[in-house]
């Protein structure tokens, strides 16, 4: 992408996490997602991309000195992009996502009868997390790599707990699958900054235990991720279309599981890391496709 604004962004990665929180709350509501509540879902898309953008765009902010070193071409070291520019529209966009979380809980709580208070709330703790990760929590490795993994599985609980705050065991399970998937690309991608952040003094999974143990950690990670996807196929009533679609997602991990055993080269990081969210895709379309369809097909396994 030539335009600098778009590449700070990251618009597939934004447009995954916006996803998450909309098939979350698909997953749980079904079809009347879209006849019945289609405004708010309007508004957590936009509100999940304004956070994500917002994070990305503040990441690189704070991440100047280090991306002089492992990435400089990204439009802020190479000067695409004033720094003090970066920060407002990263502020901006940060209020936008907490204005939308405001719009949806009013919405939810006196058109749809809901509860009032948990996108609000949701769209808050995202950007505590967010600025304190920029800011803080990157700088020590599994403490960040966490804070990004669980701002993705925040965003399938949003969906689920929105309007009705109860759980539905179908979407929580692919978040948490999508929180541990993620978990395993955020150490991955240390390996190709390692340079840097030695030079920085960046502790992260790779600085601290070295490339080849955080090849076999990120490797493990992505079976454990795609094995807690399948859960639903045992404990939430799913029919063969989950267990169709979810398969490409299942290949697609081993895939990816077993190249970063093999090759931790960057360039093979980058090709992986891209390949971890199409595997993400992937599952999102499965988990969607099942909730559209959940109510006219048979489960493969009934509960007793």
Sequence with gaps: MKNPWLRIMRPFNCFLISMCAIVGWVADKGTSAFTEQWPAL???FIGGW???AAAMILNDYFDIEVDKINQPQR???????????ALIVGIVLVILGILLGLGIDFYSYYTLEGVFGVAIVTAIINSVILIIYTNYLKKYSILGNLAVSFGVWFGFMYGDLVVDFTFNIFPETLGFAAFVLNFGREMMKGIMD???DRANKVTTVATALGVKATAVISAITYLLAISFA????KFAEVSWVYVGTISVAFILAILCAVWILIDQSTRSIVIIKTLILITMLAALIAFAAEALVRDFLPPIIAST
């Design 42 to 44: 309007i508004m957590t």
């Design 50 to 52: 304004a956070l994500s």
């Design 75 to 85: 439009p802020i070291p190479n000067g695409e992009i004033k720094p003090k520019t």
């Design 194 to 196: 390692i340079e840097g």
């Design 230 to 233: 399948l859960l639903p196929i």
